[in-house]
């Protein structure tokens, strides 16, 4: 059964931790991403992957960081110097990033900071 | 940058009313994606328009793709009530990425 998995569904952390959001996608994409979604503001892309071992930054990167060391992983680090983490984050994936680039999202995980 | 608005941000109809939501970019696109998300739930992919005036129809769903290709607009047909969410247009200019709308929630009263 292929998809996109995120893991977990809630987390909660205190201010001034570290906290690395899990993806996992057995879709066989070359390309991945991370948004970030608050109410009323929409999807805003954190970060995106065409390939393994290269990652580029998106609208709103600061404060995060990723790593794609494999092709079906794609985690995403939510550091402390992140002023206002509290939000819903969501993977997604597709073929590639030309032509059809349906993207395919993750359940979502939403995160509180407390 | 790149900008994709979307309205209108929030809208009520009562089932069987007729529904609408519109697109602009800034920028003329490569191609416009439509997202539905249930509440709670997570965006899921609805049609993709590449052509300059494209029409597509889904049942009850009609999606237009405007002539310079810098707008776009969903119209559903005699809403029902699961019909209920949030739709957000996705625009990609050169890079292929792309540029969401902020969504635009339906609300179908029975």
């Known amino acids: 059964d292929g998809g996109i998995t995120q893991s977990p569904k809630y987390l909660f952390r205190k201010e001034g931790q570290n906290v690395t959001l899990s993806c996992e996608q057995n879709?066989?994409?070359?390309?991945m991403y991370w948004y970030r979604q608050d109410p009323g503001q929409g999807l805003r892309l954190i970060y995106y992957?065409?390939?393994?071992?290269?990652?580029q930054k998106g609208d709103i990167a600061e404060g995060y960081s990723v790593s794609r060391e494999k092709k079906e992983s794609f985690p995403l680090t939510v550091t402390s110097a992140q002023k206002n983490p509290t939000a819903f984050y969501l993977c997604?994936?597709?073929?590639?990033?030309?032509?059809?680039?349906?993207?395919?999202f993750g359940p979502g995980t939403r995160l509180t900071v407390l | 940058g790149q900008q994709v608005m979307q309205i209108p941000q929030y809208q009520h109809v009562q089932e069987g009313e007729d529904f609408t939501t519109y697109c602009n970019s800034s920028?003329?696109?490569?191609?416009i994606q439509w997202y539905k998300q249930r509440p709670g739930g997570h965006p899921v992919f609805l049609i993709q328009?590449?052509?300059?005036?494209e029409v597509k129809k889904q049942k009850r769903l009609t999606f237009q793709f405007g002539e310079a290709k810098k707008n776009s607009s969903l119209h559903i047909t005699a809403t029902q009530t699961t019909d209920v969410g949030t739709y957000f247009c996705?625009?990609?200019?050169?890079?292929?990425?792309?540029?969401f709308g902020r969504g635009t929630s339906l609300i179908v009263h029975p």
């Open positions: 328009l590449v052509k300059s005036g």
């Open positions: 879709l066989n994409h070359d390309a």
């Open positions: 992957s065409q390939i393994v071992n290269d990652f």
């Open positions: 920028t003329t696109l490569s191609n």
């Open positions: 997604a994936s597709s073929i590639g990033l030309s032509g059809g680039n349906e993207q395919f």
């Open positions: 996705g625009g990609s200019g050169g890079s292929y990425i792309p540029t």
